[in-house]
């Protein structure tokens, strides 16, 4: 299968299984469920959830044992964008091409349904299969911490800290690992998890995820930067308005690239332990580093 095959194939697949377990549209109070699903189901690349099943696979594991789990990192990404939008927040009237939740169901709602999805995220996981190494309480407790103040939740605390002064770069990976990599080293732990991983090979992935990750972000300033708003499906050029530290805005286009291709490697590299049953992996990060949007 060729990678965009594969991309296209694991997306639908995480798309019915979202489907499947979400409340649905018409379960009361249906404002909210509906609200939910309009978020959820508004398009995304599934990366994370891909991940986590890429993962999985990659660690001898099964796709039906590592699906709540996918399914969980993506609720929960998707409850950061609903609250990250807010006019509290990054105020964006923009998300993947469509109008934001509180543009269409109001602010008190879309709070609401950040918060619902947040939750649903530990759900998914409280049902997820156990393992010899790792059970339900192992797989709660590690998207909990990634999810927290210690870095997703830390990580936007310190970028809205940030807005108006020149942060150094050291200030700047800091943001970048709490927002962006730690969510994106979780759902391949996750995944790994969920196919009863070797110390060694969660080891692995989780500097691969570190480095990917933090690619990633790079990238995504990058494009913030070179992209129009219909290509990117939201607000181009939103971390200029704001006065916000990127990485293109503290060290330059080009710079920025190479410090891209630089992460990306070093995230290639972490991958030596695992093998050819990592080669799909190695497909992603190298189609990360070149995605147009």
Known sequence: MTLKSYLAARAKEVDAALDRHLPKKSAAPATIHAAMRYTVFAGGKRLRPILCLAAAEACGGTLENAMLPACA??????????????????????????????????????????????TEAFLFLAQTPATKRYSAKDYVAE?????????????QVLDLEGEGQKATKARLVKIHEAKTAALLMSSLRLGAMTANATPKQLEALTVFGHALGHAFQVIDDILDVTQSTEVLGKTAGK????????????????????????????????????????????EIAAYLLEREY
């Open 239 to 282: 971390d200029a308005a704001v006065e916000k530290t990127t990485y293109p805005s503290l060290m330059g286009l080009e710079k920025s690239r190479k410090e891209a291709a630089k992460l990306t490697k070093q995230a290639m590299d972490a991958l030596k332990p695992l093998g050819k049953s990592a080669d799909r992996l190695h």
């Open 143 to 155: 998207l909990a911490l990634t999810g927290g103040s210690r870095h997703l939740i830390g990580g």
């Open 73 to 118: 990192v993506e609720v929960l990404h998707t409850y950061s964008l609903v609250h990250d939008d807010l006019p509290c927040m990054d105020d964006d009237d923009l998300r993947r091409g469509r109008p934001t939740c509180h543009k269409v169901y109001g602010e008190g709602m879309a709070v609401l349904t950040g918060d619902a999805l947040l």
